[in-house]
DNA sequence: ATCCAAACTGTAAGCGCTTCCACTCCGACC
DNA sequence: GGTCGGAGTGGAAGCGCTTACAGTTTGGAT
């Protein structure tokens, strides 16, 4: 504890005692408001360091009635892209003084008590995707908290941000099927989120407008383990086997082109995959995977700051973001480009 | 806000007065404590229920003088491990009623002053590996903060968490000379972190047992950049080139192998190359990337669990726990393992 | 009928901080 | 020399909650 590791924690009544000075004059050195001499400035300073006084952040919460503080509500955090969500967000927050935090839904016995807690010690949280089911949104809602969602279908009243997904899985279709592929399925379920319904769209309009049937998707989730299965079931359709396999997510691809490549399927030859995301051992396969690489830290960055937007009044139009995606090509899905692997 | 998006949010006394009872009535109910009617509870919970109310934590916090929170501070979050990490942390932090502040330090320019904040809005605090300097590790110490630190050298006082890496290096090490290997070299630098140091000892103990000289390390960052231009040094080192890279993390190792895949230089049969971590690419390429997996989850539940111990004071004697970690033999060492890239 | 304990409920005192307001200086200006 | 204004400071209220303590009921047992 403060004041010797004996002993409880030092207030600023302590401080106020040993700088000889009210709590009052204390408080607005420590936060630099207000006018105080450079003489009450020093001693106070002094006294703080001596004691290793570190101010209550309930109390002045309570006192400001507001926490500085995000609360920030994921389904996961396995996989690359929400470190580096997340990386993007508190970067942001800290730089504007906010704390962050963290609460994970994926295997929580009771998310909807969780975040309630969430919501008494934040000034607003932020959603990601499926986290959370609707009725618990509109319980916060109700609830009066500023609210912002990623990667979520729009909720009226919230804001909203998440990175495009129909477009690029229209673009990467249609490329696929310029260069002569018929037969293309898209693996992964449309239902697990809102952005993989998004791509499965996207890749359903470039069938329409070449007026091809529109596949059905191949809904199984978004796992290594499911790849391998599907990979396992292309395989063993020897009539109507794909040319093409458009995956909701790297994992899925990477797991089918290993499968494939350990039994004498050749990729891009006889069969293409594409994947979402470019995890890192996208560029690290061979053939190289094509992906779409999502701007994970910026999405991040976005939400913290229309949450901060929310939280101070500055703006209370909902508004919803749409980030710009980028389409990697690299060999898996043979249409003629090849960077060699060696791109960062 | 609470009771309608009009007006401020509810706070006890609006509770109490809609249920016709008093706020310590309320409270009791609403956390369980003390007697109470069955008649009372339902009032209660109605009138909290039509409110919207949610508990300020910052008052609950002030007055029962403990946050129920802890501090997590990391020095980046990129890469696949600190997910793992904060997941396994989060997990166990969940199921205990505790929520999780983060912060991460790369890139702040002031840490110390942002560690201190989070000092005051959580009852104890985890360090990871140099995301602070010991200066402000021993500034938290004095003001009381229970301290438990994730892969870091050991400092008096604090519990520390860290998963074992100079006997894997060694074992690894050992296995590459085993196998005919004489000149071996360890990419990385070991003063980049503790777990790399530990690496690098397990190196040089293992040509030490034999009674070889120890090679220097090659000091570069963990990244892959440093893994290109280590590569195309050791490409055009004609004499004296190694036939072994030991790398510090994956990064650097896929970096190489990548370089070497694409100058003709064949990976194990010309130079053998591991990594540590297995991120997921290690898997991936090809050759199979021979690794180090460490329990990544694991070391996050264990801290957690390890400051809750020191907050509740349940524990005061000080710990330090090492976490086994487990090689993982691919083709990259040459060794003979082959398990056809096909696990997961 | 009376009394007692147990069950329940309310009052009020904090928890540590911010901030409004009142007050005291003190130098500058008429 | 008196007045005014601003800079600096302190007193005290209040943020929303928990909880010790005291008070009120209730339902048996006597």
Redesign the interface.
Known sequence: ??SG?TGR?ATIYDVAAHAKLSIATVSRVLQGTGPVSAKARERVDQAAREL???????????AVQR?E?HGLVLP?????F???L??GY??WA?EHGQ??????TH??PDPRR?V??????VDGIVVHGNALDVPTIQ?LR????PLVLIAHPPVTGCDSVRSESASSAEQLTTRLLDHGRENLQFVGDPASSHDVSERYAGFAKAHELRELQVPKPVRVPLT??AGRSVAEKVLQAMNDRPDGLVCAND?LA?AL???F??HGIRVPEDIVVTGWDD???AR???PGLTTVRQPMAELGRVAAERLHERVTGVRTRARNDVLATQLVLRDSCGTGISN???E?
Do not use: C, Q, W
Request: charged fraction near 20%; glycine fraction near 14%.
């Open positions: 504890m403060a590791p924690p290793n006084y570190v101010p209550l952040r309930a109390a002045r919460s309570l926490h503080a996961d955090l396995a996989g690359p929400y470190g580096d997340l990386m508190e970067r800290g704390s962050v935090v963290i609460t994970v295997g929580n969780t309630m807690d969430l919501a008494g010690r319980g109700k609830a009066g908290v290594e383990e994992e990477l082109i290993a499968f490549a350990g995890v890192m051992a690290y396969v061979s060699r692997g060696m960062r």
